[in-house]
C-alpha cells in the first residue's frame, strides 16, 4: 500500500481513533502511521482541536446573545422613561390649559358672536366675558342670579308686579299681561364671569328659557344668549341690576 493511500485510510480512520472505537490492531496501525505521517497527525490535532473551537464559538455566541438581551433591555428602559416623560410633559400641558381656560375662557367669543364686537359690545366688556372674575366677585354675584332665577321661574305675576318685585330682572319673568295664564318655566342660568368694584359692576351670563303653556306647547323662549348686567349697590348694600344689554 503506498503513502498516499495509507494516508486516505488513516484519515477515515481518525475520528473513530479519536473516540477510541476502533480495534486493537487498527489501533496499531493507525499509530504507527501517525509517527511517520505529520499531514495525518496535523489531522488528528485538528480534530481534537474542532471540540474546543465548537465550545469557544458557543460561548461567544451565548455571551453575545446575552449582551444583545442586556442592551434590548436597557434601551427598553430607557425608552420607557422617555416614554413617561413625554407623557408626564403632555399631561401637565394639558392640565396647564385647562387651568388657563378655565380661568381665562377666551373660546366664549363662539358665543358672543365675532360680529358683536364692533358694532354693539365694547372691547372693554368683550375683555370682562374672558376673565371669569375673582373667587369673591363671583360669591357676591350669586345673589343676583337667585333672584333671576326666581324672575324665569315666575309666570303668575303682572308686568307691574314683577318690575316691583324684580326691577329690571323682570325681563325674564312671564307676565300674565302678556301670555295669560301660562304653566313653569325652564330655564339654565350660566355665570360667566363678575367684575365688581365698590359701588358698580359688570356681570356676564349665559341663559335658555323657555316657558309651556298648560297643553303643553311653548308660549315662549330664547336660548343660549349671552348677556351682559350692570350693577350698583344700593342703600342696603346689595347689588342691583341697572343696565342689560343683550344683542338683539
Known amino acids: 500500500m503506498n503513502m498516499k493511500n495509507e494516508c486516505s485510510i488513516v484519515r477515515d480512520i481518525l475520528p473513530l481513533y479519536l473516540e477510541n472505537m476502533v480495534s486493537d490492531e487498527t489501533g496499531t496501525f493507525v499509530k504507527e502511521h501517525l509517527k511517520g505521517c505529520p499531514e495525518c497527525t496535523a489531522e488528528l490535532e485538528a480534530l481534537k482541536a474542532g471540540p474546543k473551537v465548537e465550545k469557544i464559538g458557543n460561548e461567544m455566541r451565548d455571551s453575545l446573545e446575552a449582551e444583545v438581551m442586556k442592551s434590548m433591555k436597557a434601551t427598553r428602559k430607557k425608552f420607557r422613561k422617555k416614554a413617561y416623560r413625554v407623557a408626564a410633559v403632555i399631561a401637565g400641558i394639558f392640565i396647564i390649559v385647562c387651568v388657563l381656560l378655565h380661568f381665562f375662557p377666551v373660546y366664549r367669543i363662539v358665543d358672543i358672536g365675532s360680529m358683536t364686537m364692533g358694532n354693539y359690545y365694547s372691547s372693554d366688556q368683550i375683555a370682562k366675558a374672558f376673565y371669569i372674575g375673582s373667587a369673591s366677585d363671583r360669591r357676591e354675584a350669586q345673589a343676583v342670579l337667585r333672584l333671576a332665577d326666581q ?23 312671564t307676565d300674565t299681561d302678556s301670555y295669560g295664564d301660562t304653566a313653569f318655566n325652564e330655564h339654565s342660568l350660566e355665570l360667566w364671569s363678575a367684575h365688581l368694584g365698590k359701588d358698580e359692576g359688570y356681570i356676564w351670563v349665559y341663559y335658555s328659557s323657555e316657558t309651556f303653556n298648560h297643553d ?16 350698583e349697590r344700593n342703600d342696603s348694600g346689595e347689588w342691583v341690576v341697572v343696565q342689560i344689554r343683550e344683542h338683539p
Open 151 to 173: 324672575a324665569f321661574n315666575d309666570v303668575q305675576h303682572t308686568s307691574v308686579e314683577n318690575e316691583e318685585k324684580y326691577g329690571l330682572l323682570a325681563r325674564y319673568a
Open 216 to 231: 303643553g306647547s311653548i308660549a315662549h323662549g330664547s336660548r343660549n344668549i349671552p348677556s351682559l348686567w350692570k350693577v
